[in-house]
């Protein structure tokens, strides 16, 4: 499914949340529906921006637990 909305091709954009969701991290932690926990909330970027990823994590602090039933996904960005 997300791949299908980044496309394809040399404009293809780069899924850069993708490894986190290979690896089982979940962004939609359901506070009351526990079951229903995934990795929904992804981030791309566009091809000029792709060599400029730098860190990309799930938010899990205590206050993300009751500020959403999503953690904040944080992607860093590095200019030179």
Same mark, same amino acid.
């Given at each position: 499914?997300?791949? /299908?909305?980044?496309?394809? %091709?040399p404009?293809?954009?780069?899924?850069v @949340?993708?490894?986190? !969701?290979?690896? %089982?991290? &979940? =962004?939609?932690?359901?506070? /009351? /529906? %526990?079951?229903? /926990? =995934?990795?929904?909330?992804?981030?791309?970027? =566009?091809?000029?921006?792709?060599?400029? &990823?730098?860190?990309? !994590?799930?938010?899990?602090?205590?206050?993300?637990?009751?500020? =959403?039933?999503?953690?904040?996904?944080?992607?860093?960005? @590095?200019?030179?």
């Amino acid at each position: 499914a997300i791949e /299908r909305l980044a496309g394809t %091709g040399p404009d293809a954009l780069t899924v850069v @949340t993708q490894k986190l !969701s290979d690896e %089982g991290a &979940i =962004s939609f932690h359901g506070q /009351r /529906r %526990g079951q229903h /926990r =995934s990795f929904i909330d992804h981030a791309l970027v =566009s091809p000029e921006l792709a060599d400029n &990823i730098g860190a990309v !994590s799930v938010f899990t602090g205590p206050m993300a637990d009751v500020a =959403s039933d999503h953690y904040p996904v944080v992607v860093e960005l @590095t200019f030179e």
